[in-house]
């Protein structure tokens, strides 16, 4: 079946801009979590939704960053006024949960570069 | 908090075995997972264990888990150019939603 996807694959916004990053999880599956891949710094959690519970945004870096998921599928990460720093690939997975464990499956990125 | 640490590079010859190795720091990681990034991929769930398990394994891939000294290591036997890849080791912790701690990731290169 369909995997995870995201749009764009490649995104180059001026700093300042804003940009918004979008996630189609896998059908039928109630979890979805944001990472951030950067050099040097490897893969950051930066927010995760569960069905239609409370998000857990512990991972998002500052109050530019923000994300929405809608009817419990697609979501969209919203970074405002970009910064350099906010360079990197980012990642969405979803997952099912199976014998305990959660299989989170991951989308191709959304590489974002800021000049 | 949890951290969690791979060496960056490994390099072996086509038909050997690798072995890649994490180690972490959190005695409550509950599962723990091996994905592979290939360039310009995103990243592919290899396997994974229960921590109360010492080892796990999938046609080549074998995962051991030495609990005790907070160890997980990844062997990939008749390792082939199609392996060539960034390994990555990943820990959820008890308590938490699934949200994953990964580690740098190992290049492997694999030499024909």
């Known amino acids: 079946g369909a995997g995870v996807s995201q749009s764009p694959s490649n995104k180059v916004t001026e700093k300042g801009k804003d940009v918004e990053l979008r996630c189609d999880p896998i059908s039928g599956h109630t979890a979805l979590y944001w990472y951030r891949q950067s050099l040097g710094q490897g893969l950051e959690f930066l927010i995760y939704f569960q069905g239609n519970s409370a998000p857990d945004k512990s991972g998002l870096p500052s109050d530019r960053f923000s994300a929405e998921r809608t009817g419990g599928s697609v979501s969209t990460l919203t970074i405002q006024r970009t910064q350099q720093e906010d360079s990197a690939v980012y990642l969405c997975?979803?997952?099912?949960?199976?014998?305990?464990?959660?299989?989170?499956?991951f989308g191709p990125g959304t590489r974002l570069t800021v000049t | 908090g949890e951290d969690v640490e791979q060496s960056l590079f490994l390099s072996v010859r086509e038909g050997d075995s690798s072995v890649i190795n994490c180690t972490y720091t959190d005695s409550s990681s509950t599962y723990l997972y091996w994905y592979k990034q290939e360039p310009g991929a995103g990243l592919q769930l290899l396997t994974y264990?229960?921590?109360?398990?010492d080892m796990k394994q999938d046609q080549r891939l074998t995962v051991l888990l030495n609990k005790k000294d907070k160890h997980l290591s990844l062997r990939i036997a008749d390792t082939q150019t199609g392996d060539s890849a960034i390994y990555f080791c990943a820990v959820s912790l008890r308590g938490s939603q699934g949200n994953l701690i990964f580690g740098k990731g190992t290049k492997l290169s694999v030499k024909p």
């Open positions: 997975a979803s997952s099912s949960f199976y014998r305990g464990a959660y299989e989170q499956y």
């Open positions: 264990i229960f921590s109360n398990m």
